[in-house]
């Protein structure tokens, strides 16, 4: 049953609902308006910039390889001698042919003065036989064997010199030898080391690359190789030969890259890490520090040069190298990343480009002149 008093407070919550209604939607635009000026109101954000720029990439391989000589050869004797010269140094450089070692000779060149005397003894017991031989004065086999005699003094010559050669010692193959482990008047026996003899102009370099590499591997493919005695410099080469088997225990294979040596840097001996330069080409590149991880998306931040505000873009990345990606999609060539400053650039909001990037230059200096500008 309806009452005075019940229509009475019914008629007083429509007025205030009519009160209070305009009241809150007047609040909330208010609300968004301010918010709306607070974000158009936000100052620029300083940033460093870098082109994407189109250049060479290459997948790389990464293995561990010992260095060898071009030729390597231990320095013995065939003889057993007293040495009687030494005609090198520790260190040395030599040329094919250079003479290393000088050991006692004295009998055999009395062998030789008796051998070339005996020579030409039979030389012209050779040319009277035939002397008389054409005059019909003596028989056809008496010539023969004053020939097979010539012919057999000749041979003892050969031999003898042979016996004098094995006691000079020259070097096969020009390079550097090593350390002298002989004196004068040792006696050497044959197998006794008398030095080594390396030609280190090029360098091989051995290496063991997994199976599954192998479609990629080729003579003639470029390698850039690293020793950690001689800190972050390069050595570049490229594959000379591949090994005929893959090993069935470590599924690899073996390579052999050649580096040339002229100035003598590298030692046989030394590890090195391999990097093997496949599937060179032209692709989009730009500073690793550019990229931003957004879970599963990876996104970079382009400015626009002509309204100065960043932009969010999914791109895909490809290879990576030392301080560059690779950009499959997403950006073109000459667009600007940002670089640095990518934690204080919101979508949409209006950045200061403060320096410009080419990637050989470091942050500081990039800092000292975007402050001197």
Do not use: Y
């Not at 609902?17 to 300083?46: D, F, K, N, T």
């Not at 230059?361 to 990039?366: K, T």
């Amino acid at each position: 049953m309806t009452t005075p008093q019940s229509i009475d407070r019914a008629i007083d919550r429509a007025w205030r609902a009519a009160l209070i209604v305009p009241l809150l939607l007047a609040v909330l635009a208010s609300a968004a308006q301010g918010q709306s000026q607070g974000e158009g109101a936000r100052p620029a954000a300083p940033v460093i910039v870098a082109p994407a720029q189109r250049g060479e990439m290459v997948d790389r391989i990464n293995a561990l390889g010992t260095t060898r000589a071009n030729e390597s050869v231990r320095v013995t004797a065939s003889v057993t001698e007293t040495v009687q010269e030494l005609r090198f140094d520790d260190g040395q450089a030599v040329e094919a042919g250079e003479v290393l070692v000088v050991l006692n000779k004295a009998e055999e060149e009395a062998d030789l003065r008796a051998a070339e005397a005996i020579l030409a003894e039979r030389r012209l017991a050779f040319e009277r036989a035939q002397e008389l031989e054409s005059r019909r004065f003596t028989a056809t086999a008496q010539l023969d064997e004053r020939r097979a005699a010539l012919l057999e003094a000749e041979a003892a010559i050969e031999a003898v010199r042979a016996r004098i050669a094995n006691r000079i010692i020259r070097a096969p193959f020009g390079g550097v030898v090593g350390l002298r482990d002989i004196s004068l008047g040792a006696l050497v026996a044959p197998g006794d080391l008398i030095t080594t003899l390396d030609d280190v102009s090029v360098i091989k370099l051995d290496f063991s690359v997994p199976a599954v590499f192998l479609p990629a591997l080729r003579p003639g493919l470029p390698i850039v190789a690293k020793a950690s005695a001689f800190g972050g410099q390069a050595f570049t080469g490229e594959i000379g030969s591949i090994g005929s088997r893959v090993d069935p225990t470590t599924r690899s294979i073996m390579a052999r890259a050649l580096i040339p040596n002229a100035e003598g840097t590298l030692k046989p001996g030394l590890l090195m890490t391999v990097e093997l330069l496949k599937n060179a080409r032209q692709a989009i590149i730009v500073p690793e520090e550019a990229l931003i991880p957004r879970g599963r998306q990876t996104q970079v931040l382009v400015v626009d040069p002509e309204t100065s505000t960043a932009e969010s873009r999914d791109v895909e990345v490809g290879a990576r190298r030392p301080g560059a990606v690779e950009i499959l999609a997403g950006l073109e060539e000459g667009e600007l990343v940002v670089t640095h400053g990518t934690q204080r650039v919101a979508p949409g909001q209006a950045v200061t480009i403060t320096a410009v990037e080419s990637g050989s230059e470091p942050l500081s200096q990039l800092l000292d002149d975007a402050a001197e500008g």
